[in-house]
């Protein structure tokens, strides 16, 4: 049938590529915006989220790690925090900061790739790359 298919003035036809999904990949903690500032982090790879398709979550949160269950509903999400391990992580970890943003997300969005967790009440935005 691509014999026959002839195409003409596509230069500007949009693409429409589809978004991410919270399943595709293991996502590492790049930054938190909230109004009064912005962290980034240092090693993305010391925090990240791997969102399974069963609604569980494995968590590494810098020298920690944890599991979690998560719903969603379009674009909102209940992240619940289940078991971790209690290791004493470095004086300069943002360990603490990681845990307790995730525990108040409410909802989460895709753009060029990244995946945005947001804080209610306009608090703060995490955002992640997928993890390499």
């Known amino acids: 049938s691509n014999s026959f298919l002839q195409t003409r003035n596509t230069k500007d036809v949009p693409v429409i590529v589809e978004p991410p999904a919270l399943t595709d990949n293991p996502w590492q903690w790049l930054a938190l915006t909230t109004p009064a500032e912005t962290t980034t982090v240092s090693d993305p790879s010391l925090y990240t989220i791997h969102f399974m398709a069963d609604g569980s979550a494995a968590i590494k949160v810098d020298c920690n790690n944890a599991t979690a269950s998560y719903t969603t509903d379009k674009n909102a999400i209940n992240i619940n925090m289940g078991a971790t391990t209690l ?37 703060g935005t995490m955002k992640f790359a997928p993890k390499s």
């Open 87 to 123: 290791v004493a992580c470095p004086g300069d970890s943002l360990d603490a900061l990681y845990f307790s943003s995730l525990t108040s997300i409410t909802t989460y969005s895709f753009d060029a790739g990244n995946l945005f967790l947001e804080l209610p009440a306009n608090g």
